[in-house]
């Protein structure tokens, strides 16, 4: 079946740097993969649709420059979260759906990144 | 996106019982449907999608339900088990602006004792 690999797991970083999480299909192309963010005992809230070549389109109320995500092949896409603050640590996950297909989104294992 | 980020209600029930666990989308364009499972700290796992032509649709011990009159899905899991315990969602997935996109529910926390 369709795996989508989300790394790192965990990072815990300190305030003001920048982080960066990886989200790779191993076995199918995406031309869409997705990103979202959970806060503790909530629903996963999308972040930005993120298209392979293109710009990534962002959900309102998202900082575009802050989370900059570029989806430079078919099988990976990252998203860097810049000069990160202790209130921008969650839970991060991505999904990505099978090429031409409008079924089947698959999730990352997330990332769970702390700011200190 | 518009799933809204509320605190999960819970649903309890004994080892071996019937769980039925419900949730409302809010895209009456919404064609496709699918349930996720969650554990903590992991990412949502597919449990079982349905697309809108149809009401109803089985899986192993799961089944899934469409009200499009009421935009209400259902979950049912026959014979819950301790390992059946997670946070459950539902995703409507509805096409923007050329690309279809996973809007989630709010989740439900399914809690099973032995």
């Known amino acids: 079946g369709a795996v989508v690999s989300q790394h790192p797991s965990r990072v815990i970083c300190k305030s003001g740097t920048s982080v960066k999480i990886e989200c790779r299909s191993l076995?199918?192309?995406?031309?869409?993969m997705f990103w979202y963010r959970q806060f503790p005992k909530q629903s996963l809230m999308l972040m930005a649709t993120s298209n392979e070549g293109s710009k990534a389109t962002y959900e309102q109320g998202v900082e575009k420059d802050k989370f900059l995500i570029n989806h430079a092949s078919l099988t990976l896409s990252t998203l860097t979260v810049t000069s990160a603050h202790p209130e921008d640590s969650s839970f991060y996950i991505c999904?990505?759906?099978?090429?031409?297909?409008?079924?089947?989104?698959?999730f990352g294992s997330g990332t769970r990144l702390t700011v200190v | 996106g518009e799933s809204v980020g509320l605190h999960l209600p819970t649903l309890s029930v004994q080892e071996g019982d019937n769980s039925i666990i419900n949730c409302a989308y809010s895209n009456s364009a919404s064609d496709y449907f699918i349930w996720y499972k969650q554990e903590s700290g992991k990412g949502p796992q597919f449990i079982i999608d349905?697309?809108?032509?149809?009401d109803k649709r089985q899986g192993q011990r799961v089944t899934v339900l469409l009200n499009k009159t009421v935009k209400h899905l259902s979950l049912q899991i026959a014979a819950t088990q301790p390992g059946d315990s997670a946070v459950y969602f539902c995703?409507?997935?509805?096409?923007?602006?050329?690309?279809?996109?996973?809007?989630f529910g709010r989740g439900t926390s399914l809690i099973v004792h032995p």
């Open positions: 076995d199918f192309q995406a031309t869409t």
């Open positions: 995703a409507e997935i509805s096409a923007s602006g050329g690309s279809y996109i996973p809007t």
């Open positions: 349905i697309r809108s032509n149809m």
């Open positions: 999904s990505a759906n099978m090429l031409g297909a409008g079924d089947g989104y698959t």
